[in-house]
T-cell receptor
Framework: EAQVTQNPRYLITVTGKKLTVTCSQN?????MSWYRQDPGLGLRQIYY???????DKGDVPEGYKVSRKEKRNFPLILESPSPNQTSLYFC??????????????FGSGTRLTVV | AQTVTQSQPEMSVQEAETVTLSCTYD???????LFWYKQPPSRQMILVIR??????QNATENRFSVNFQKAAKSFSLKISDSQLGDAAMYFC??????????????FGTGTRLQVTL
């Protein structure tokens, strides 16, 4: 089954304790991206990657890191989480080619709470 | 930079009735894609319908259709014969067709749709 797998689905952590949210896709997509969803703000892009070893900042990158060592994986790293990073996080991937119609496939989301 | 505006934070519709969710966007580009995503309580993001800007014909998917007005930069979603399972948050989204910026989906703030008996 074609999918984007995100783990964990729920995470409660303390301020300053490094964490990683994993994301993996099995569709051979070039594009991968991380979004955070907050009430009243919709989804905002954190980082994106156009291919292996190619990453760039989105609209809200402060406090986050990413890596793209393999095409299928795109982990999100919070080196020193703070309470303002409490949010719902989504990983998404996309094939960008003629006829692909440009849609994203989303993971199931990670609810992160930083106390 | 592109922006997407959903001016209706909440909408309500009776079962079997029709409802229209509004979306406007701002862009200087001529080639792009527009999407409506549904987010039920399970929080999964589900693609409802998509529209290519170069197509004049409005997209339809079963009970879901759009009214795409390119000159007015408007992209509304019409849900016909509403069902209880349509209750969800709906997001309008924009994606450029240009390589480089093409990876970014810009979302509106969402409209929460309630379906009543």
């Amino acid at each position: 089954e074609a999918q984007v797998t995100q783990n964990p689905r729920y995470l409660i952590t303390v301020t300053g304790k490094k964490l990683t949210v994993t994301c993996s896709q099995n569709m051979n997509h070039e594009y991968m991206s991380w979004y955070r969803q907050d009430p009243g703000l919709g989804l905002r892009q954190i980082y994106y990657s156009m291919n292996v070893e190619v990453t760039d900042k989105g609209d809200v990158p402060e406090g986050y890191k990413v890596s793209r060592k393999e095409k299928r994986n795109f982990p999100l790293i919070l080196e020193s989480p703070s309470p303002n990073q409490t949010s719902l996080y989504f990983c998404a991937s996309s094939l960008w080619a003629e006829g692909s119609l440009g849609g994203y496939t989303f993971g199931s989301g990670t609810r992160l709470t930083v106390v | 930079a592109q922006t997407v505006t959903q001016s209706q934070p909440e909408m309500s519709v009776q079962e079997a009735e029709t409802v229209t969710l509004s979306c406007t966007y701002d862009t200087s580009e001529s080639d792009y894609y527009l999407f409506w995503y549904k987010q039920p309580p399970s929080r999964q993001m589900i693609l409802v319908i998509r529209q290519e800007a170069y197509k004049q014909q409005n997209a339809t998917e079963n009970r879901f259709s759009v009214n795409f007005q390119k000159a007015a930069k408007s992209f509304s979603l019409k849900i016909s014969d509403s069902q209880l399972g349509d209750a969800a948050m709906y997001f309008c989204a924009y994606r450029s067709d240009r390589t480089g910026t093409a990876s970014k989906l810009t979302f509106g703030t969402g409209t929460r749709l309630q379906v009543t008996l």
